[in-house]
C-alpha cells in the first residue's frame, strides 16, 4: 500500500471537465456570499454595546472571581469609563462624600457598575434614606437621593442623637444647628415622640413651654417645661389632660406660679406639688397666720 500524499489529487473518473466545472460552481457561490454579506447594513451603536458587554460578562465569568476588572479593562477603551456623575437631592450630603462613596465599590466603567451594590452603599451614609442609582452610557451615571429629615433630638442615657420622624439616628447632636428640635428623653421615646409632638400643635402656647418630652416607662409622657415645672400626662387620653391644663393655666395662672409639678395622672382630680421653698413659705404663713388669730383671741373681751 502506497503512503498518502497530501499534495495528490486524484483523476477524475468521468474526466477532467466535470472537475472544472465543480470548482467553477463552487466559486461563484463563495463570490456570491461575499456580495450579499456586503450589503447587510453595519449594526448600529446599541448592537455593537450589547455584544460588547455580553461577551465581556461571559468571558469574565469564565475567568472567575474577576469579572469588574475584566469588565473595566474591556469598557475603558471603548470610552465606557465613568466621567460624569449627576447628584440630585442633597441637602446634608456633599457630592464628594457621594462620589467617594461611589468609588468604594470599586468600579470605573459603567459595564462592572452594579446600581443595587451602588444603592445600597449610599444608603448606608448617615442622611441618605433612598437612593437610586442609574447608568445613562456610554459614561454618565444619574444618582437621585431623599434625605432623612430631622424630626427631633433624642436623649438616651448620656448621649443625644438628632433622629427623624421614625426614631432613627440620623447623626450625633451637637449644640447650635438642631437646637429648635423638640428634646425627647428615655428609652423608646426617639421612635414614640411622632405621636406626642404631633397633638402637641393643637396646644401651641403650651408646646412652646415645653422644654423636654420624657418618656416614662414606655408607656406615658412627662412635659418637663422651662421654668422647671412637670406636667405628669396619663397613659390614657394625655391629650384631654394637657387641655385641662391649658384651661387651668388661662384661668388662674397655674404654670407660673412656685409649683413643682402639676399631676393628671387620676382622672378625677388635679393634683399640684409645691416647690421646696414654696412650701416653706406657705408653712411659715400658716404658723404665723395661726398665732395671729390665737393673739386676737386672747385679746377678745370677755
Known sequence: MRPLNPNHIPAD?????????????ATRRIVGLVATA???????FGQMAFAVVAGSVIYGIAVGGHTGEVLDGVGQ????SIDKVAVHGNSET???DVLQALWQTGSQTLLSLDPTDARQTLESMPWIDRASVSKIFPDRVEIDLEEHRP????????????????GKKIVPYMPGRFDALPVVVGEGAGS???????????????????????RVG?????????????????EVKPMEAVAEVVRLDRQNTLLEREIAAVDLRLSDRVVVRLTDGSFT???????????LIKRLGKDKPV
Open 151 to 166: 424630626y427631633a433630638v433624642w436623649q438616651t442615657g448620656q448621649s443625644f442623637f438628632v433622629v427623624n420622624r421614625e
Open 192 to 214: 414614640a415622640a411622632a405621636s406626642i409632638i404631633d397633638d402637641m400643635e393643637s396646644f401651641p402656647e403650651l408646646r412652646a413651654r415645653v422644654k423636654a418630652y420624657v
Open 94 to 96: 456633599s457630592e464628594i
Open 77 to 80: 477603551p471603548l470610552g465606557f
Open 218 to 234: 414606655g408607656r406615658r409622657w412627662d412635659l418637663e417645661l422651662n421654668n422647671g415645672v412637670i406636667v405628669r400626662l396619663p
Open 13 to 25: 473518473p468521468h474526466g477532467p471537465g466535470r472537475l472544472a466545472r465543480a470548482r467553477a460552481k
Open 281 to 291: 413659705r406657705r408653712k411659715e404663713r400658716l404658723e404665723e397666720r395661726a398665732k
Open 38 to 44: 456586503s450589503d447587510l447594513p453595519l449594526p448600529g
